[in-house]
């Protein structure tokens, strides 16, 4: 037998006379504890507050409606006995724990030793592991077992702890089973106690419950636009914080990945609510297909599903056939190193089929190109927006402490509207803007189109694979404008303005590069204060108040109180300029009436980073946070059994620049531009992709 022999409870062991340090903390527990002893007090207490009631008001009046009869405690009874109840649970005295402190007491003390090291050793293995070799617990249950009956309240004390430590080691409910670690096309069951959630198609979400008012008497749109938001001809405020087009691209991407606003239905998303490269895989098993080649697990050269891309800069296009060739790079990779034959197939082999070694050589792609996306992500965009040094290894990382993705993520109207930043546009983006508007126009005039509701007519732009016709006649005018491909160039993929496909579909290293130089030294513009927005938007940001309205937004200083932020409560809060100012007076009357749409752009700029607009640039932040952590792939799946060693490696970054990936991506996936030429990105350029080049 390993313990000691039970000892009855009734006879308690003499008393050893010297004192015991051990045995005099415990006492000194029991001490404090003891029932009656706190009671007593207590009761001191409701006796003197009782009189103090009973004494009467100076005026005689009494404002209080008096308890009606009741058999069980009422009025300060009631609250006094509540009271009392409260504190002894919070000081965990009942009369079990009192009960297991004697009990305690009354054991041998090397028994009460190894019980107390037992506490402290669970205590300490929160934050340490355990040394199970110690064989505490063993030895615990050995002391348990040799007590009798009359222990009972020491063993339920010790005991049901242990159960719950058990217990709580396993996370509930269940996120994660085998089988899930690759995304789904539309983004569903990336929660699996919630499967709907973020998946294409779905209603966006509403973040802020609003009691305010409705006003009656909102301003038109279209006065919105050109009082407070249209950038005045022949005005350009370059960005005061040298923020570059890049990283405006990079933001289009993302915006594309969360938000694809239904034209028929302005309360739908029809893109998945998660940062999963859904433009460039599509929304949908169909959609995802349609851009592969459907054997290595390859994508189409240089392919992309999302055809609203088309008309934005060509650096945005070009951003996004970074990540197409990238997962091809990873793709052939993957199966050149072939880790533990995983990507085999045949008798005996992992798999059975070419199909299944193309579906998982595709969806392992998937995933490590996703995690290079994430971390171009947060290592330099967030990186930028938040105003950190380029030298510094600090970031703001989401990851930095786990998070159980139980509920998945599901983007909301709100931000939908942060997230517009178009008087970011630089200026030559904006002219060449200009032309694709009047072109979209011209065509949307054409088509002779019914508006559903006002603004530009989405029904223009694909609505996934099907639907096509509208958008293939705004591609042949785009051809003949920006890009004049040959008929058999235009049908090996999507156009990108002054670039080319060769034989094989892909584009010219050399023009995919230039696009994304010209945004890297193409300055954006300053964003808040308002009248920055680009002209030729108007009809795009009308569209998007009247969404706004339509889905009934909270308003401007809503928001602000939902963040936990002061409300802004004169004219001169919002924006620094006098001009926007007496506008917002103009058409609003008073702050509160502010809409969210025209609040966010017009407000006053962060000194750093981004500049963006104070409420954008907070809200922005837990839009990130919420995004990456909700996610059940990017926080449990991205692990080397899944990616392999290689690929596990490949998207945690280059030691050598702060664990980014972004320059590698920039140097490796376009051999054929010469390091010397104007294209290519020098080591020192490569540091700071989001910011233009300093001028020497
Ligand atoms: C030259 C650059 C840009 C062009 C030509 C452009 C064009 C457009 C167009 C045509 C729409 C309306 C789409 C529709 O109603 O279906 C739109 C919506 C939108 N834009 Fe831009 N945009 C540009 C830059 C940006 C930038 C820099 C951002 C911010 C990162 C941005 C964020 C958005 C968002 C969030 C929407 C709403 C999308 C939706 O609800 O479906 N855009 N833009
Ligand atoms: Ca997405």
Redesign the pocket.
Request: one cysteine or more.
């Given at each position: 037998m390993l313990g000691p022999s039970p000892v009855p409870k009734q006879q308690p062991q003499p008393q050893p006379q010297e004192p015991n340090s051990v045995k005099d903390y415990l006492n000194m527990i029991k001490h404090d504890m003891e029932e009656e002893d706190l009671l007593k007090s207590f009761k001191a207490i409701t006796n003197q507050m009782q009189q103090k009631k009973q004494a009467p008001k100076a005026n005689g009046t009494r404002s209080v409606v008096a308890p009606s009869p009741s058999s069980a405690p009422t009025g300060s009874k009631w609250t006094l006995d509540a009271l009392a109840e409260n504190i002894k649970a919070a000081l965990h005295i009942n009369s079990v724990n009192t009960g297991a402190i004697k009990d305690i007491v009354s054991l041998p003390f090397k028994d009460q030793f190894v019980l107390l090291g037992a506490i402290t050793e669970r205590l300490l293995s929160k934050n340490a592991p355990t040394n199970d070799r110690n064989n505490t617990f063993e030895t615990v249950m050995n002391i348990l077992g040799n007590l009798g009956p009359e222990y009972s309240d020491l063993v339920y004390i010790v005991t049901q702890p242990l159960i719950a430590a058990f217990y709580d080691d396993i996370h509930k409910p269940y996120i994660n089973y085998v089988g899930n670690q690759f995304r789904t096309a539309d983004g569903s069951y990336n929660s699996v106690v919630f499967p709907g959630v973020g998946k294409a198609g779905s209603n966006y979400t509403r973040s802020v419950t609003s009691t305010s008012n409705n006003n009656t008497n909102l301003p038109s749109p279209k006065d919105v636009f050109d009082k407070l938001l249209k950038r005045p001809d022949g005005v350009f405020e370059e960005h005061k914080g040298g923020i570059n087009m890049m990283l405006?691209?990079l933001?289009?991407i993302?915006?594309?990945d969360?938000?694809?606003?239904d034209?028929s239905d302005p309360m739908r998303?029809l893109t998945t609510s998660y940062l999963d490269l859904s433009s460039l895989y599509g929304y949908n098993r169909a959609d995802q297909e349609s851009v592969r080649q459907m054997e290595y697990g390859l994508l189409k050269p240089d392919q992309w599903f999302d055809k609203?891309l088309v008309?934005?800069?060509a650096g945005?296009a070009g951003l996004i056939v970074v990540f197409s060739r990238n997962h091809n790079y990873i793709a052939k990779k993957l199966l050149e190193i072939n880790e533990n034959e995983r990507f085999s197939y045949g008798p005996g082999k992992r798999l059975r089929t070419k199909e299944e070694q193309d579906e998982r050589l595709f969806q392992t792609a998937r995933l490590i190109n996703n995690g290079c996306y994430a971390n171009v992500i947060i290592h330099d965009y967030i990186r930028t927006i938040i105003g950190t040094s380029a030298d510094s290894d600090f970031v703001l990382d989401p990851f930095a402490t786990p998070s159980d993705p139980i509920y998945g993520n599901a983007v909301s109207i709100e931000f939908?509207?942060i997230?517009?930043?178009?008087a970011?546009?630089g200026k030559e983006?904006?002219e060449?803007?200009t032309q694709?508007?009047d072109l979209?126009m011209a065509k949307m005039q054409a088509s002779r189109q019914e508006e559903r509701h006002p603004?530009?007519d989405?029904s223009l732009?694909n609505k996934g694979a099907q639907n096509v016709s509208i958008f293939d006649q705004l591609l042949e005018g785009f051809n003949e404008y920006f890009v004049k491909a040959s008929p058999e160039e235009l049908a090996r993929g999507l156009p990108i303005a002054s670039a080319h496909r060769g034989e094989d579909g892909s584009f010219a290293d050399t023009d995919i590069l230039r696009v994304l130089k010209n945004g890297y030294k193409q300055p954006a513009s300053e964003i808040g204060n308002g009248r920055n927005t680009?002209a030729a938007?108007e009809h795009?940001e009308i569209?998007?108040i009247n969404?706004a309205r339509i889905l009934d937004t909270c308003y401007f200083n809503d928001f602000r109180r939902f963040l936990k932020l002061t409300t802004l409560d004169t004219f001169e809060d919002f924006s620094e300029k006098k001009e926007v100012q007496d506008a917002l007076r103009e058409l609003y009357g008073h702050p509160d009436n502010v809409e969210l749409y025209a609040g966010l752009m017009v407000e006053r700029t962060k000194q750093t980073g981004l500049r963006l607009p104070y409420t954008m640039g907070r809200a922005i932040l837990s839009d990130a946070v919420n995004l990456l952590r909700n996610d059940r792939i990017l926080t449990k799946e991205l692990t080397p059994a899944n990616l392999t060693n290689w690929g596990y490696q490949y998207t945690r970054g280059d030691p050598k620049s702060n664990n980014r990936i972004f320059p590698t991506l920039l140097s490796n996936l376009f051999p054929g531009v010469h390091p010397d030429s104007d294209e290519a990105f020098t080591a020192e350029q490569l540091k700071t992709l989001f910011n233009v080049p300093k001028k020497s």
């Amino acid at each position: 037998m390993l313990g000691p022999s039970p000892v009855p409870k009734q006879q308690p062991q003499p008393q050893p006379q010297e004192p015991n340090s051990v045995k005099d903390y415990l006492n000194m527990i029991k001490h404090d504890m003891e029932e009656e002893d706190l009671l007593k007090s207590f009761k001191a207490i409701t006796n003197q507050m009782q009189q103090k009631k009973q004494a009467p008001k100076a005026n005689g009046t009494r404002s209080v409606v008096a308890p009606s009869p009741s058999s069980a405690p009422t009025g300060s009874k009631w609250t006094l006995d509540a009271l009392a109840e409260n504190i002894k649970a919070a000081l965990h005295i009942n009369s079990v724990n009192t009960g297991a402190i004697k009990d305690i007491v009354s054991l041998p003390f090397k028994d009460q030793f190894v019980l107390l090291g037992a506490i402290t050793e669970r205590l300490l293995s929160k934050n340490a592991p355990t040394n199970d070799r110690n064989n505490t617990f063993e030895t615990v249950m050995n002391i348990l077992g040799n007590l009798g009956p009359e222990y009972s309240d020491l063993v339920y004390i010790v005991t049901q702890p242990l159960i719950a430590a058990f217990y709580d080691d396993i996370h509930k409910p269940y996120i994660n089973y085998v089988g899930n670690q690759f995304r789904t096309a539309d983004g569903s069951y990336n929660s699996v106690v919630f499967p709907g959630v973020g998946k294409a198609g779905s209603n966006y979400t509403r973040s802020v419950t609003s009691t305010s008012n409705n006003n009656t008497n909102l301003p038109s749109p279209k006065d919105v636009f050109d009082k407070l938001l249209k950038r005045p001809d022949g005005v350009f405020e370059e960005h005061k914080g040298g923020i570059n087009m890049m990283l405006l691209y990079l933001a289009i991407i993302i915006t594309h990945d969360l938000f694809y606003t239904d034209s028929s239905d302005p309360m739908r998303n029809l893109t998945t609510s998660y940062l999963d490269l859904s433009s460039l895989y599509g929304y949908n098993r169909a959609d995802q297909e349609s851009v592969r080649q459907m054997e290595y697990g390859l994508l189409k050269p240089d392919q992309w599903f999302d055809k609203r891309l088309v008309i934005q800069p060509a650096g945005v296009a070009g951003l996004i056939v970074v990540f197409s060739r990238n997962h091809n790079y990873i793709a052939k990779k993957l199966l050149e190193i072939n880790e533990n034959e995983r990507f085999s197939y045949g008798p005996g082999k992992r798999l059975r089929t070419k199909e299944e070694q193309d579906e998982r050589l595709f969806q392992t792609a998937r995933l490590i190109n996703n995690g290079c996306y994430a971390n171009v992500i947060i290592h330099d965009y967030i990186r930028t927006i938040i105003g950190t040094s380029a030298d510094s290894d600090f970031v703001l990382d989401p990851f930095a402490t786990p998070s159980d993705p139980i509920y998945g993520n599901a983007v909301s109207i709100e931000f939908n509207a942060i997230y517009r930043w178009h008087a970011a546009i630089g200026k030559e983006d904006s002219e060449w803007l200009t032309q694709v508007m009047d072109l979209l126009m011209a065509k949307m005039q054409a088509s002779r189109q019914e508006e559903r509701h006002p603004g530009l007519d989405r029904s223009l732009i694909n609505k996934g694979a099907q639907n096509v016709s509208i958008f293939d006649q705004l591609l042949e005018g785009f051809n003949e404008y920006f890009v004049k491909a040959s008929p058999e160039e235009l049908a090996r993929g999507l156009p990108i303005a002054s670039a080319h496909r060769g034989e094989d579909g892909s584009f010219a290293d050399t023009d995919i590069l230039r696009v994304l130089k010209n945004g890297y030294k193409q300055p954006a513009s300053e964003i808040g204060n308002g009248r920055n927005t680009p002209a030729a938007l108007e009809h795009v940001e009308i569209a998007g108040i009247n969404q706004a309205r339509i889905l009934d937004t909270c308003y401007f200083n809503d928001f602000r109180r939902f963040l936990k932020l002061t409300t802004l409560d004169t004219f001169e809060d919002f924006s620094e300029k006098k001009e926007v100012q007496d506008a917002l007076r103009e058409l609003y009357g008073h702050p509160d009436n502010v809409e969210l749409y025209a609040g966010l752009m017009v407000e006053r700029t962060k000194q750093t980073g981004l500049r963006l607009p104070y409420t954008m640039g907070r809200a922005i932040l837990s839009d990130a946070v919420n995004l990456l952590r909700n996610d059940r792939i990017l926080t449990k799946e991205l692990t080397p059994a899944n990616l392999t060693n290689w690929g596990y490696q490949y998207t945690r970054g280059d030691p050598k620049s702060n664990n980014r990936i972004f320059p590698t991506l920039l140097s490796n996936l376009f051999p054929g531009v010469h390091p010397d030429s104007d294209e290519a990105f020098t080591a020192e350029q490569l540091k700071t992709l989001f910011n233009v080049p300093k001028k020497s």
